[in-house]
């Protein structure tokens, strides 16, 4: 598949920061929108869109926190880098351990270039998983879901809505298989695990 633009965006409520950090990544040929509060980032942009977010911890009004949050409720692909003092480094921890790609101490700009093509590439990997998801009718996607589960053809038929016969389910499983290039029950349950933004992977 052909790789799609992405954008990044910042959101930091420091002006002088904020410029700063739009001339580097402008200097790399990057994409780049900035937001100087997380409700102006929130308002503005497509959740459901590919892209990465370099988000200040510590903002005024809602905090890059509660954006994080919003986006995760929001099954958003977004991939997000914190901006963190030193006296956040404990939330941005956390804040990776709920999902966040990483954090970089501000205003260290070397650092942030550095974890950049990490955040990119998992961004444009989740472009391609979100296209593959979205050849996926609902009812494929919940069939997959209870596949990813472990649940056997019967039982899933059982607990779809309204409920059909096994050899419907077969039917799509097969169709599930080839939309995301698994090979079997096995490899859709790694695939579901490796996107849990999508909102789909087992607790």
Known sequence: ??????????V???EALRRSMLLLLFSQGLAVQAFDSGEAFLDA???????????DLRMGGISGLTVFERLRAAHSPLVTIFLSGHG?????????????HD???KPDTQQLLDKLPAAIGEARARSQALRQWDELT???R???????LGQPNKEIARLL???CGPRSVETHRANIFSKLQCANDNELGRWLAAHPWLGYAED
């Open 1 to 10: 598949m052909k790789d799609i633009p992405l954008t990044l965006y910042v």
């Open 12 to 14: 930091d409520d420091d």
């Open 45 to 55: 942009v497509d959740m459901r869109q590919p892209g990465c977010v370099i988000l």
């Open 88 to 100: 956040d480094i404990p939330t941005a921890l956390e804040a990776v351990r709920r999902g966040a």
């Open 103 to 105: 954090w970089v101490t």
């Open 138 to 140: 609902p009812r494929e």
């Open 142 to 148: 919940e069939v997959a879901r209870l596949v990813g």
């Open 161 to 163: 809505v309204p409920p």
